[in-house]
């Protein structure tokens, strides 16, 4: 699987939008991007993903780049609840691989 | 989405012991579960794959004898540390993935976790 480069920590004003970046330079034609977050002292819940097209959903959006290269996860309206680390993960999809988890980032939002 | 759910939240045991995690997904059926384990202020590690009806697959480093994994069913995984020693305190998350879901909706899901203290 492609590894993926984010930066350790982010700040974010609450209400404000949070754009996470992460880089896959590596990332070949068939792997997906996901994207998760933990909360401390919980699983690992799930995001969004995408293969080449922007994805939205009711908790993110995601963009990816046209050379699919680097992606951004868009929380629109940050809230304290929030607080996380994100975790981008570019995987093959197939039923027996297992998601690898990097150091991801760590998204600090505040009042 | 779908539900994971790990049991129990919490366990605290004596050094020799041995302890038992279960992982169930509750709405949904899946051919593989995946265990990890995560130490304080790192990532998620994953330790191994378990598959329904045959042996798991290890992580190179991680015992297989020492972490013992039972794939019986399609919604049930269990994770047992034999004897355990102070340097196994951690927590353990399992994950699933619905085997129905193809393609783009092949989702991997989690467990809240389970904090092992061994005294």
């Known amino acids: 699987d492609a590894k993926t480069t984010q930066p350790p920590s982010m700040d974010c004003a609450e209400g404000r939008a949070a754009n996470l970046p992460c880089n896959h330079s590596t990332i070949s034609g068939n792997e997906y991007v996901y994207w998760y977050r933990q909360i401390h002292s919980q699983g690992p819940q799930y995001i969004i993903h995408g293969l080449k097209n922007n994805e939205t959903n009711e908790m993110a959006s995601l963009i990816i780049t046209e050379d699919r290269k680097s992606s951004t996860l868009i929380l629109p309206h940050a809230t304290l609840r929030d607080t996380a680390v994100y975790y981008c993960i570019v995987r093959l999809n197939q039923a027996g691989t297992a998601l690898i988890f990097g150091k991801g980032t760590t998204l600090s939002v505040s009042s | 989405g779908a539900v994971v759910s790990q049991h129990p939240s919490r366990v605290i045991c004596k050094s020799g012991t041995s302890v038992k995690i279960e992982c169930r997904s509750l709405d949904f059926q899946a051919t593989t579960m995946f265990w990890y384990r995560q130490f304080p202020k790192q990532s998620l590690m994953l330790m191994a794959t378990?598959?329904?009806?045959?042996?798991?697959?290890?992580e190179q480093g991680v015992e297989k004898d020492k972490f013992l994994i039972n794939h019986a069913s399609l919604t049930l995984s269990t994770l047992t540390v034999t004897s355990a020693h102070p340097e196994d305190s951690s927590f353990y998350i399992c994950?699933?993935?619905?085997?129905?879901?193809?393609?783009?909706?092949?989702?991997?899901?989690f467990g809240a976790g389970t904090r092992l203290s061994v005294l």
């Open positions: 994950s699933a993935r619905d085997r129905l879901a193809g393609g783009a909706k092949n989702i991997q899901y």
């Open positions: 378990s598959n329904e009806g045959s042996k798991a697959t290890y």
